[in-house]
């Protein structure tokens, strides 16, 4: 993938109080882990800070550490994003309270050992992983592209390289493994990421998908496989600080010298070919018809409800 080129940016806000004063970013999960700390990080640069989380509680109690790195305002939005219903909610809320968005953070994701059914029917990492980022980002795109420039910054995994995305059984109908399914969404985060940047050419809104590095956060704790009880409170020595796991989306979310480099992938704040599979334009294009059949994403815009879901 090269790097796109896009054309003269609009004059941004004066800075004051950090590189990123003016700006505001909104980071999905923010209530914990990798969110968390990059919410820290970009609070701490001046950025005007808007995070989502499932539970008020923890993600006010975020909220209230992340004005204290960065004295400024934090906005606090709540909902399950497995819900179709609850990001169309979110997107709206979104919409009404943040004049701007020039980063979105799209942080969310999971991973379930046995599968589980969101409330549209659909498989839950899929869901999650995948038509989450995919829905509010298309939600939210007329206000990233009234920000320009601005970022669109999803994160993925390096287990990308050995996903596929299996179009006869996306939903693990047929046969579900909890790393087959997480493999295949974060695959689904880069094929995505590089269809949007082809989409959003000459529109000074850029994408881009990263690799956090091995994390310590509480990825995987609500259903984890017997090898993840086993290794992980071993592993967990071994494995990257909040901060340092955040460090390549802040990058991506505020290096200046990236403001025009789109469809992009990154590990240590580098960019990194991704598996060959991820540059299958014709795989990205169906992933996204597919995506959007799913959440009722029509050529002209978002429909009003999704069509009926079906596990597919
Ligand atoms: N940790 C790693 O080693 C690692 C490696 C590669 C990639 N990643 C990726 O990094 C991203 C962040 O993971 P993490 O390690 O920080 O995980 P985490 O500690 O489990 O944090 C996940 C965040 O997402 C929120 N969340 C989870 N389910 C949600 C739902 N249904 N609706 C709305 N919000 C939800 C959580 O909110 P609550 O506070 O409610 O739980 C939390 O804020 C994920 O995309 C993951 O795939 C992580």
């Not at 000459?202 to 881009?208: E, I, L, N, P, R």
């Not at 580098?270 to 029509?298: E, F, H, I």
Request: aromatic share 6%.
């Amino acid at each position: 993938m090269k790097t796109g080129t896009l054309s003269r940016p609009a004059a941004k806000d004066q800075i004051h109080g950090g590189p990123m004063a003016g700006r505001t970013v909104l980071v999905t999960g923010g209530s914990g882990g990798i969110g968390r700390a990059t919410a820290l990080g970009l609070a701490a640069m001046g950025a005007h800070l808007a995070i989502t989380g499932r539970d008020r509680g923890r993600t006010e109690a975020a909220a209230r550490e992340i004005r204290a790195a960065g004295g400024g305002p934090v906005d606090v939005f709540v909902a399950d994003l497995s819900s179709q219903s609850q990001v169309r909610r979110l997107a709206g809320e979104v919409l009404q309270s943040l004049p701007r968005i020039d980063v979105l953070v799209n942080n969310v994701g999971g991973y379930w050992n046995t599968r589980h059914v969101t409330a549209d029917g659909l498989e839950r990492t899929f869901a999650l992983n995948h038509l989450a980022p995919f829905l509010l980002t298309n939600l939210l795109l007329d206000r990233l592209q009234h920000s320009a420039p601005a970022r669109v910054v999803t994160v993925s995994s390096n287990v990308q390289a050995i996903g596929r995305i299996d179009f006869e059984d996306l939903q693990g109908e047929r046969s579900y493994s909890g790393a087959r399914a997480y493999n295949q969404s974060k695959l689904a985060n880069v094929l995505f990421t590089y269809e949007l940047a082809r989409r959003l050419q000459g529109t000074c809104v850029t994408a881009s998908a990263l690799h956090p590095g091995v994390v310590r956060t509480s990825f995987g704790a609500e259903d984890p496989g017997r090898v993840q009880r086993l290794f992980t409170p071993f592993m967990r020595h071994f494995m990257k600080a909040p901060a340092q796991g955040a460090a390549t989306s802040i990058h991506l979310a505020s290096a200046p010298d990236l403001e025009q480099v789109t469809g992009r992938y990154f590990a240590g704040s580098k960019p990194k070919r991704s598996a060959k599979r991820s540059y299958d334009q014709a795989a990205a294009a169906r992933l996204w018809q597919v995506s959007a059949d799913l959440v009722g994403l029509t050529a002209a815009g978002i429909a009003t409800s999704a069509r009926p879901s079906r596990a597919s």
